[in-house]
């Protein structure tokens, strides 16, 4: 755990001081509480990851030319839009009004 020494890492859910590395993910957090919530954020996602329409449509946006035209028209796709809010619920957690 000597990498969470260093003065830039900073905890994936509250964004203070961590303590601890998740396990599963090796991301750093700093209380259990902090750890409840990245594990419930982490197993929605992976439930939506499991979805085979979203899968298809992943390849789909990886795959594509117009990438940004493919984006707009997933983003009519509820199960994508989402995916989509879990992924920034996760990257950008104290952005969204819930945290």
Known sequence: MSSLNCKTVICVVCLG???YRCPGCRVP???VTCFRK???DSALLRNLLLNPHLRQLMVNLD????KAKLMRAYMQEPLFVEFADCCLKIVEPHQNGDS
């Not at 795959?63 to 117009?66: E, H, K, P």
Request: proline fraction near 8%; aromatic fraction near 8%; glycine fraction near 16%.
């Open 17 to 19: 001081k961590p303590k």
């Open 29 to 31: 957090y700093c209380s």
């Open 63 to 66: 795959q594509g030319v117009d």
């Open 38 to 40: 990245h594990k419930g």
